[in-house]
T-cell receptor, first 112, second 114 residues
Framework: DAKTTQPNSMESNEEEPVHLPCNHS???????IHWYRQLPSQGPEYVIHGLTSNVNNRMASLAIAEDRKSSTLILHRATLRDAAVYYCILLSGIQGAQKLVFGQGTRLTINP | DTGVSQDPRHKITKRGQNVTFRCDPI?????LYWYRQTLGQGPEFLTYFQNEAQLEKSRLLSDRFSAERPKGSFSTLEIQRTEQGDSAMYLC????????????FGQGTRLTVV
């Protein structure tokens, strides 16, 4: 399983942007980059995913490096409800080899 | 559809007893996953199904663990002869097959073995 590396924890202030980095130097050409987050006492929830191009949705943006060996999840204006553990996961594009393998993730703390 | 539901939400059992958990996925989803999560750790993959076929099992899944998805809809995870080390949150997720499909997780079943 391709591995990702994330900082254990990050801290930011409410209403400021947050950039959560992820390194995935062993990514293969068929791997998609997925981000999930887990709020306290809840199951993980999908945030965003991408392959090569930057992606935006209502929750966040995903910036993918040109060589695809790293990516950054961007929360444009953090709120207290964004405090969670954020997981960066590589999901194989090969049928029959697709499962989400979670690492330790980054625990994001938002200060009021 | 209200999403992925898991039952029960909490289970306390004595060591050595068998327990069974149920997961009802989102109705049109053909993929179903089971994970285990202990405090402070990320979810650990246990197994997953596409329709009724169990496609992969983690080495973490000892022979005391068995999962089924008999008609390709709901799934059960059974743990036989529970041990204290089995205490964890057991999470179920479902998705549509394909790398673009986001997975939806249930709230989990918290197992405590005393």
């Amino acid at each position: 399983d391709a591995k990702t590396t994330q900082p254990n924890s990050m801290e930011s202030n409410e209403e400021e942007p947050v950039h959560l980095p992820c390194n995935h130097s062993t990514i293969s050409g068929t791997d998609y980059i997925h981000w999930y987050r887990q709020l306290p006492s809840q199951g993980p929830e999908y945030v965003i995913h991408g392959l090569t191009s930057n992606v935006n949705n209502r929750m966040a943006s995903l910036a993918i490096a040109e060589d695809r060996k790293s990516s950054t999840l961007i929360l444009h204006r953090a709120t207290l409800r964004d405090a969670a553990v954020y997981y960066c996961i590589l999901l194989s594009g090969i049928q029959g080899a697709q499962k989400l393998v979670f690492g330790q993730g980054t625990r994001l703390t938002i200060n009021p | 559809d209200t999403g992925v539901s898991q039952d029960p939400r909490h289970k306390i059992t004595k060591r050595g007893q068998n327990v069974t958990f149920r997961c009802d996925p989102i109705s049109e989803h053909n993929r179903l996953y089971w994970y285990r999560q202990t405090l402070g750790q990320g979810p650990e993959f246990l197994t997953y199904f596409q329709n009724e076929a169990q496609l992969e099992k983690s080495r973490l899944l000892s022979d005391r663990f068995s999962a089924e998805r008999p008609k390709g809809s709901f799934s059960t995870l059974e743990i036989q002869r529970t041990e204290q080390g089995d205490s964890a949150m057991y999470l179920c997720a479902s998705s549509l097959a394909g790398s673009k499909g986001e997975a939806f997780f249930g709230q989990g079943t918290r197992l405590t073995v005393v």
